[in-house]
């Protein structure tokens, strides 16, 4: 590869990297937002979430859990015991708030 190609591609490479990072700040802003007030009721009055600077204590502490993409998504879904279920959440809401869930308590797997 020539010079010029090659300074073309590290370019490309560093443009599409600041892409995904963007999208996904933007996914992670808004599943924080869902968490702390959005969501109705709002996740903060049950569970402990360090990230959201909430400390509800009904439901189990969200940091301790670490709770995969998934296991968030099945709880919005289909609700768990005295939470009841999300219905009125778009699909990008639920996938944000799954999304922000996992990655803010470092869990394993934070995407679907
Ligand atoms: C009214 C209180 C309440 C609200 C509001 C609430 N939860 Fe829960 N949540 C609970 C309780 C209680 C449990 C445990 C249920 C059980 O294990 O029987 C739980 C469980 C969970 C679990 C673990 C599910 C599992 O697989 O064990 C996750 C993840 C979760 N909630 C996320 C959320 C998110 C995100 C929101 C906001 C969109 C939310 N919760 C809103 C009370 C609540």
Do not use: W
Request: proline content about 5%; glycine content about 6%.
């Amino acid at each position: 590869m020539n010079k010029t190609l090659s300074a073309a591609a590290i370019l490309l490479s560093s443009l599409s990297g600041m892409a995904v990072a963007e999208t996904d700040s933007a996914r992670i802003d808004m599943g924080k937002a869902l968490f702390t007030q959005g969501a109705e009721p709002s996740c903060s009055i049950c569970h402990t979430l360090a990230d959201a600077e909430t400390m509800g204590e009904i439901g189990p502490n969200l940091d301790t859990m670490r709770p995969d993409y998934d296991r968030v998504m099945r709880a919005l879904v289909n609700g768990v015991g005295p939470m009841t279920p999300y219905d009125s959440l778009t699909d990008e809401e639920l996938d944000a708030l799954s999304h922000y869930v996992a990655s803010a308590t470092k869990a394993d797997n934070v995407e679907p």
